[in-house]
C-alpha cells in the first residue's frame, strides 16, 4: 500500500533461513551463521539424506554443529542447515544509526571509538575490583593502583617515583621527594611557653628550657639525615633574624623527633619571639 513520507529506515536484522556447508570426508565441526539453543532447532541433510537430531548430530555453544561422523567429500555444497525456530535470536541496529535506550546491559565488552559522555551518576567499574566511578583507580599494567581520587577530591599518588617536569622542561623533579615533610611556625616567648601558630606533620611541641625546643613529628623520617633550615625572629633588643641550629645528639636528632636552640648576640640561650622550622627527606 502506498503511503506518503520517507522510506521507513531497517531497523532490525532477519534471521537467516539455511546454512550450506561441503563436506571433506574428515571435518565433523561446523560454525552455523545464527546461534541456536537445541538440537531439533535446526534441520539437517547430508547429501540429501535428513539427519536425526541428537543422533547423527548436535548442537553445542549454540553455533556448533558436529556431526557423530564426517560427511562425505563432495563436489559443491552438500550439507544443508535449515533454520526451523529462534529460540535464541538477537537484534542487529544499523551502523550509521543512532540508538537511544532507556536501559541496558552488556555481558561483554563495549568499544566506545568517540568520546563517552555520562549527563547522570556513573556506577559500576572501571579498571578492576569493585571500585566505582566515584572513587576510581588509574592503574599501571602491573595491577598496582597508581593514582587514587576519592569522593572528597582527596587524590592519593602510591608510586614514589611519579615526577614532574621542571618548568623549562628540561628536567623532571621527584614529587615525593621534592616536598616539605615537616615544617612548623610557633610562638616562643617566655620559658615553658611555647605555642604553636602553624604546622604541616608535627604531633606536639615542646618547650625545653630557656632556648630550648623540640618538635616531634607525627610521620616520622625513614632516618636522621634528613635536612633542616631554621630561624628565629627577635622582637627585643636587636630586633633582627638570625639562623636557628639544632642539637646533635643522637638522643635529640632522631628520626622522629628534632631539639634546636636559639642564641642571643653574646652567644646565650635565649627565647625569641617567633621560631620558623622547615625539613626536608625522605619518610619512613
Request: proline share 1%; with cysteine.
Amino acid at each position: 500500500m502506498a503511503y506518503i513520507g520517507n522510506t521507513a529506515a531497517s531497523r532490525f536484522v532477519s534471521n537467516r533461513a539455511a546454512s550450506v556447508f561441503s563436506g571433506d570426508g574428515s571435518a565433523v565441526a561446523f560454525t552455523l551463521e545464527q546461534s541456536v539453543a537445541q538440537d531439533e532447532d535446526i534441520l539437517v541433510s547430508v547429501d540429501g539424506v535428513i539427519q536425526e537430531p541428537s543422533v547423527a548430530y548436535a548442537v553445542s555453544s549454540g553455533t556448533i554443529l558436529t556431526f557423530t561422523a564426517a560427511p562425505s567429500t563432495n563436489s559443491g555444497n552438500n550439507i544443508f542447515v535449515y533454520y526451523l525456530a529462534s529460540q535464541v535470536g538477537t537484534v542487529g541496529h544499523p551502523s550509521t544509526q543512532g540508538l537511544t535506550a532507556t536501559t541496558g546491559a552488556f555481558s561483554s565488552n563495549a568499544t566506545v571509538a568517540g568520546t563517552l559522555g555520562v549527563t547522570g551518576v556513573a556506577t559500576g567499574t572501571i579498571v578492576k575490583g569493585t571500585t566505582s566511578f566515584q572513587t576510581p583507580l588509574i592503574e599501571f599494567t602491573d595491577g598496582d593502583d597508581a593514582i587514587a581520587i576519592a569522593d572528597a577530591g582527596v587524590i592519593t599518588i602510591k608510586n614514589t617515583s611519579s615526577a614532574i617536569t621542571s618548568e623549562g622542561g628540561a628536567v623532571t623533579t621527584n614529587i615525593a621527594q621534592g616536598l616539605c615533610k615537616v615544617w612548623v611556625s610557633y610562638f616562643q616567648g617566655d620559658n615553658n611557653n611555647a605555642a604553636v601558630l602553624d604546622d604541616f606533620n608535627v604531633s606536639s611541641q615542646t618547650d625545653n628550657s630557656q632556648g630550648r625546643t623540640t618538635t616531634n613529628f607525627d610521620n616520622n623520617f625513614a632516618n636522621d639525615d634528613y635536612s633542616f633550615v631554621g630561624q628565629v625572629f627577635d622582637g627585643g633588643g636587636a630586633n633582627d633574624i638570625r639562623l636557628l641550629n639544632h642539637d646533635v645528639d643522637t638522643d635529640t636528632y632522631t628520626s622522629g623527633a628534632i631539639k634546636y636552640y636559639c642564641l642571643d648576640g653574646g652567644s646565650n640561650l635565649n627565647d625569641a619571639q617567633r621560631f620558623f622550622a622547615q625539613l626536608m627527606g625522605d619518610l619512613a
